[in-house]
């Protein structure tokens, strides 16, 4: 059978081709060279989706697995039942199902012997496309098995693709979504959004350069803007204060509400039950198809959600903050002091926080807390606070009524910076060694706020001017809270406090009143 032989191209086929993407691979099992001779010559001119077929032979189930094991890109497997074994090829089909976990490569059984494994039996209980017979090698037998699996394996394979798209798109939302830092999230989109845009695309790398995202809520115009590693956050009161092609595009958006190409740019147009309404943008070096901009779509309309809420959360944030700073400032100004001590004493408690291990939320929680440790004067008598000599005893029994009542106003509301201020607010003035009041605590009795506050309170005390004294000097300053360490306060705080003392110096001259 001279006329069978394989021309050269076929017979030394470099292996490299195997995950080559203009070929299709195919592999052939059978320990008949004429029967791989036969196939390869039928089918060499034979092309599939603008691929040409690339073909690898196996004269036995043993030499098949070594190649499977070192790749499992093939579309197709013609695989012979009878080889070294009456089942070796069934036997190979279970363990390309079942220890490989390849369930894409489509595997058509060919055996001479059909009675020996019945094709009902086989079809079902091994997971395999198709059975023919070794005497269906003619070109237009071929053509038909390689037309049918060639399609179901690439519609597997597309299946595939789409979950795996689908399920990084969800991801990228989930990364993105899970960050509460404007700056932070900004830079995260830019991020998300090349990866999502490489996933989704059919070209080979789609790159964006840069993205900017504009919403309008309430009367301002919040605005981020990523290039490369630069991100901004900007604030605007009017349209025409933002960058001319960034407004052009928001105005347009605005106008059509829809979303559309823009020269290079893709712009999606987000209008949310609240009545905001936002764009994303972002540059791309290809114009998306249909399909592409839907999974985009997915992904920039929880993203967008998403910088809503964090707007919305950074909002609520600074009204809270505002609140806070005033409710303290108040108090204080009314014992005669100024607003700043209460805004000093919580950068203080914020900065020893940090430095004695605590984490970044309580730190934040604190700086905030700590501004109400003395919301309690509210309730002591203005001839009491604001006396400029030594209270008599019974003004200082009064004065010293200002935690309790600090206590009461704060205790029960159901926010947690409250919560810590309620805490605070009543151990500020216990003390280390049990001497201190309203409860006679000690030592770890007395909570980490109510300590890291106490400190804080009492180097702001001293270092500034009071109705009734003149500020001290900072090294005295320093020296008397050396003093006070293990009595008045925990020795461990006043140590981090001291070896830090620029710092807190450097706080204070940020503040002054």
Not at 19 to 32: P, S
Request: proline share 2%; with cysteine.
């Amino acid at each position: 059978m001279d006329w069978l032989i394989e021309d050269d191209n076929d017979k030394n086929i470099d292996a490299n081709l195997i995950e080559n993407e203009d070929y299709t691979n195919i592999l052939i099992v059978d320990d008949e060279e004429d029967i791989h001779t036969v196939t390869k010559l039928a089918m060499k001119d034979f092309v599939f989706e603008r691929k040409k077929m690339c073909f690898f032979s196996a004269y036995s189930a043993l030499e098949a697995k070594k190649i499977l094991q070192g790749s499992n890109h093939f579309s197709l497997i013609l695989l012979d039942v009878v080889m070294e074994t009456d089942y070796a090829g069934l036997d190979l089909a279970k363990y390309i199902r079942q220890d490989l976990k390849n369930s894409y490569t489509r595997i058509i059984l060919r055996t001479g012997q059909p009675g020996l494994a019945p094709e009902h039996s086989v079809i079902r209980d091994f997971d395999i496309d198709g059975y023919r017979n070794k005497t269906e090698l003619r070109k237009e037998h071929l053509e038909s098995t390689f037309f049918t699996s060639l399609r179901a394996y690439r519609d597997i394979c597309q299946l595939q693709k789409h979950r795996e798209i689908l399920e990084q798109v969800i991801e990228s939302i989930a990364n993105v979504s899970s960050i509460g830092d404007l700056f932070d999230f900004a830079g995260a989109v830019l991020a998300q959004i090349k990866l999502v845009l490489n996933i989704t695309t059919s070209k080979m790398l789609v790159e964006s350069s840069e993205a900017f995202a504009i919403s309008k809520m309430e009367d301002k115009l919040n605005m981020f803007s990523a290039k490369a590693s630069d991100v901004q956050i900007l604030v605007h009161s009017e349209l025409d204060d933002l960058p001319d092609y960034e407004r052009k595009l928001f105005k347009h958006a605005i106008e059509v509400k829809e979303n559309f190409h823009e020269d290079l740019y893709y712009v999606y147009f987000h209008h949310s039950e609240r009545g905001y309404e936002t764009i994303f943008a972002f540059k791309s070096d290809d114009v998306l198809d249909t399909e592409e901009v839907g999974l985009i779509d997915l992904f920039l309309r929880n993203v967008l959600l998403s910088y809503e809420n964090l707007l919305l959360a950074n909002a609520f944030q600074e009204t809270q903050e505002l609140a806070i700073t005033l409710m303290g400032g108040t108090m204080e100004s009314h014992s005669k002091e100024t607003g700043a001590h209460v805004v000093r004493v919580g950068q203080y408690a914020k900065q020893l926080a940090l430095l004695n291990g605590e984490s970044h939320y309580f730190a934040e929680q604190i700086r905030l807390a700590a501004q109400l440790h003395d919301v309690g004067k509210v309730g002591v008598p203005d001839h009491i606070l604001k006396k400029q000599g030594r209270l008599n005893a019974e003004e200082w029994t009064l004065m010293k009524e200002h935690v309790i009542k600090g206590w009461d106003i704060l205790n029960g509301i159901d926010n947690s910076i409250i919560k810590m201020a309620a805490k605070l607010a009543l151990d500020h003035h216990e003390m280390w060694d049990g001497s201190g009041y309203p409860n006679g605590k000690k030592q770890q009795e007395i909570s980490i706020e109510g300590r890291i506050t106490a400190l804080a309170d009492v180097f702001d005390a001293l270092s500034s001017k009071r109705v009734y004294k003149d500020a001290w000097p900072l090294d005295e300053v320093k020296e008397s809270i050396n003093a006070l360490s293990g009595n008045h306060l925990d020795p461990h705080l006043v140590t981090l406090f001291v070896d830090n003392y620029d710092l807190f110096t450097k706080i204070k001259q940020s503040y002054p009143d």
